[in-house]
T-cell receptor, first 109, second 112 residues
Framework: RKEVEQDPGPFNVPEGATVAFNCTYS??????FFWYRQDCRKEPKLLMS???SGNEDGRFTAQLNRASQYISLLIRDSKLSDSATYLC??????????FGSGTRLLVRP | ETGVTQSPTHLIKTRGQQVTLRCSSQ?????VSWYQQALGQGPQFIFQ???????GRGNFPPRFSGLQFPNYSSELNVNALELDDSALYLC???????????FGDGTRLSIL
């Protein structure tokens, strides 16, 4: 079983749609949680950290459920520029980042 | 503020050769981590350096080695290159070992 699991997608949605990605992790001792965005043939870029209380950054909302070991990302009012791969990332107790394989999002006009 | 920079951007090597990849961390960051990303996969942790000492290692063989310099820049060395070493190699730096990591553009390594 992978340490961080994500649905690979692709999710193909129209502009303006709301889309949600989910992720599960296996290590209950994981310390911190993040969503990174990666464009084709580019480096991952930090989108947002994820906190147990839930956090929002503009159109993006992230949630963490430690009991279920589950992380989510909600994108409202999708833009064409949101098309990318979204990587769910967990920091373990030795501060190592463990990445999921990513979920591809395609936003169409 | 200068971000994380890596060199070279692309590199082609043959099996059995050795390669050195370089990374300059973001200003003020004392921690550098290296990752290997194969096509269609998420990045896989190779190792991390914190204040010039190795601070954790992933499941990579000893022919993957590295070091960190007093200015916190870092090198990744790979000996006896194999075809499966073809990947994007990413360097990330952070303010401290438990802080969010910021990535460089990566070095795309192709082994022929």
């Amino acid at each position: 079983r992978k340490e961080v699991e994500q649905d690979p997608g692709p999710f193909n949605v129209p502009e303006g749609a709301t889309v949600a990605f989910n992720c599960t992790y296996s290590n209950s001792a994981s310390q911190s949680f993040f969503w990174y965005r990666q464009d084709c043939r580019k480096e991952p870029k930090l989108l947002m950290s994820v906190y147990s209380s839930g956090n929002e950054d503009g159109r993006f909302t992230a949630q963490l459920n430690r009991a279920s070991q589950y992380i989510s990302l909600l994108i409202r009012d999708s833009k064409l520029s949101d098309s990318a791969t979204y990587l769910c990332v967990v920091m373990d107790s030795s501060y190592k980042l463990i990445f999921g394989s990513g979920t591809r999002l395609l936003v169409r006009p | 503020e200068t971000g994380v920079t890596q060199s070279p951007t692309h590199l082609i090597k043959t099996r059995g050769q050795q390669v050195t990849l370089r990374c300059s961390s973001q200003s003020g960051h004392n921690t550098v981590s290296w990752y290997q990303q194969a096509l269609g996969q998420g990045p896989q942790f190779i190792f991390q350096y914190y204040r010039e000492e190795e601070n954790g290692r992933g499941n990579f063989p000893p022919r993957f080695s590295g070091l960190q310099f007093p200015n916190y820049s870092s090198e990744l060395n790979v000996n006896a290159l194999e075809l499966d070493d073809s990947a994007l190699y990413l360097c990330a730096s952070s303010l401290d070992s438990n802080q969010p990591q910021h990535f460089g553009d990566g070095t795309r390594l192709s082994i022929l």
